[in-house]
């Protein structure tokens, strides 16, 4: 049940009638799981906070760096040196008061995830940047049926995807099955600092719309985001039938 302070506060939801009263309780019953406070967690864990998600489970091993806070919108110059997760805590509950913030200073290894199995989990947001925690959290996510709410960013250009949410839905892992996987992050190629705050923001609205049940379960699709010709392009993903992770 919503309370009538909630009811004021999330009424530019409450109006969309894809959203309504059953909506909004919807989210603020979900719990998401939120693994990576950087570039891309930081929008992601402010919209969902903003949107009045009940409940989030944030992972990140690292601390607050000064070259961080081009793009790490979440951190501040003051939690420079701070665990990361403590510093978005903060930022998140100076937001949204009511908010539960599970902080886990912790790398998101194979222990940690099969700790967190009972969660409940409306999804999970992958927001890093290694290709063997990113396998390991797809894993994860067909194991456990949660689905999973991909994004990648670096240089001028982003990626976003939605897998696992159906048994028969394609895995990220199908994406690199026949192709090398590509080489490089933002500490060594760069990155514009809006861009992975664009691909940010769309995990946090595609998890919304996953949460209300407006996502389309059939469609598995990659959007491609190419920020110096200002274009967007869409993908579609199939399952590959010789994937080691889903098949
Ligand atoms: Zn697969």
């Known amino acids: 049940m919503l309370s009538k302070s909630e009811l004021l506060q999330y009424s530019r939801h409450i109006i969309l009638p894809e959203i309504d009263i059953e909506g909004q309780e919807a989210i603020k019953g979900s719990h ?8 891309l967690g930081s929008p992601a864990a402010l919209y969902l906070a903003a ?7 944030i992972i990140d091993d690292d601390q607050v760096e000064r070259s961080n806070l081009q793009r790490q919108i979440i951190h501040h110059a003051s939690s420079v040196n701070q665990t990361k997760v403590e510093s978005a805590k903060a930022s998140l509950l100076a937001l949204s008061p009511n908010l539960k913030v599970n902080a ?13 199995s009972e969660n409940g989990f409306s999804a999970v947001l992958d927001c890093t940047d ?10 994860w996510s067909i194991h456990h049926q949660v689905p999973l709410v991909s994004a990648t960013a670096v240089g001028f250009s982003g ?11 394609p895995c990220y892992q199908c994406l690199y099955s026949n192709v ?11 990155i514009l600092s809006p861009v992975v705050g664009t691909m940010g923001t769309l995990q946090a609205t595609e998890t919304l719309k996953l949460i209300i049940g407006l996502s389309v379960p059939a469609t598995t699709y990659l959007l491609k ?3 110096l010709k200002t274009e967007f392009k869409r993908f579609g993903v199939s399952k590959d039938p010789s994937c ?3 098949s």
Do not use: H, W
């Not at 886990?104 to 967190?116: G, M, P, T």
């Open 32 to 39: 998401v799981l939120i693994i990576g406070m950087g570039g």
């Open 51 to 57: 949107a009045g998600v009940g409940q989030l489970t």
């Open 104 to 116: 886990i200073q912790s790398k998101a290894d194979k222990e940690l995830l099969n700790d967190l």
């Open 130 to 139: 290694n290709f063997d925690t990113r396998f390991l959290i797809n894993a």
């Open 159 to 169: 990626q976003l995807g939605i897998f696992n949410q159906t048994i028969s839905s």
């Open 180 to 190: 090398d996987l590509p080489e490089g992050n933002c500490e060594d190629q760069g």
């Open 225 to 227: 985001y190419d920020a």
């Open 244 to 246: 080691s992770a889903c």
